[in-house]
């Protein structure tokens, strides 16, 4: 990996809610796209305490994409992928807080489409 990218990976973990990503950064990045096609309509979009957060399906369609940025900012950043369980968000970059916030937003979403 080059220092660009660690540089990246360790801001993020100083920066947000979002934990350790560099894996999942650097993932993405080895394979030249992001996981989220930010021009597409996101499947939820919620603010938590400042921070917005987005959901995303994944390139395979087997996971969620959640990335977060400031609230009032333009920036979007990939901060993990989650699975969809019993009716609960599983990610290990978030608090269960935010997963549980995360997963109600996703659930009324589902009963309105």
């Known amino acids: 990996m080059n220092s660009t990218a660690a540089s990246e990976g ?3 973990r100083d920066q ?3 934990g350790d990503v560099e ?3 650097g993932a993405a990045s080895d394979e030249g796209e992001s996981p989220v096609n930010y021009d597409e309509s996101a499947v939820v ?4 305490d400042g921070t917005d957060y987005r959901l995303d399906v ?7 994409c959640i990335s977060t940025r400031p609230s009032g900012s333009w920036s979007w950043n990939f901060r993990g992928e989650a699975r969809w ?4 968000l599983r990610c290990k970059f978030f608090d269960r ?15 309105n489409s």
């Not at 369980?85 to 609960?88: K, T």
């Open 10 to 12: 360790s801001e993020a």
């Open 16 to 18: 947000g809610p979002g």
């Open 23 to 25: 894996a999942a950064r």
């Open 45 to 48: 979009e919620i603010e938590i």
């Open 58 to 64: 994944g390139r395979a369609g087997t996971a969620l």
């Open 85 to 88: 369980q019993n009716g609960v």
């Open 97 to 111: 807080s935010v997963l549980s916030q995360l997963s109600t937003a996703l659930a009324e979403a589902a009963d």
